[in-house]
């Protein structure tokens, strides 16, 4: 059974860092786009980064560039994003993806989903 699980989400206050895990299992990921997107209370799932299988292509959403890191470990089936200087405007819901397109910025390009970490950041 395929499974994306994410962790590491939580409470924190502006300006502060978290940074999520996702666990892939259930078959082999490594080469998979992953990417991470996010759905905040009242607003549509929006795309914020995604990672090649190589590590070698990254796109990430304008509000965050600069601010949030993409990487992977194909060894372990795991991808991590790390969050700074977070803002109250990046709370939300954060979901891990997987894709069998090389390039994937939008939802419907991801086959596999996990259930998604809340990231709540206090003003």
């Known amino acids: 059974q395929v499974q994306l699980v994410e962790s590491g989400g939580g409470l924190v206050q502006t300006g502060g860092s978290l940074r999520l895990s996702c666990a892939a299992s259930?078959?082999?990921?490594?080469?998979?786009?992953m990417g991470w997107f996010r759905q905040a209370p009242g607003k549509e799932r929006e795309f914020v980064t995604s990672?090649?299988?190589?590590?070698?292509?990254?796109n990430y959403a304008d509000f965050v560039k600069g601010r949030f890191t993409i990487s992977r470990d194909n060894d372990k089936n795991m991808v991590y994003l790390q969050m700074n200087r977070l803002k109250p405007e990046d709370t939300a819901i954060y979901y891990c993806?997987?894709?069998?397109?090389?390039?994937?910025?939008?939802?419907?390009?991801?086959?596999?989903w996990g259930r998604g970490t809340q990231v709540t950041v206090s003003s």
């Open positions: 993806a997987a894709s069998r397109r090389l390039i994937a910025t939008e939802g419907r390009t991801y086959q596999d």
């Open positions: 259930g078959r082999t990921f490594s080469r998979d786009t």
């Open positions: 990672i090649d299988w190589s590590s070698g292509i990254r």
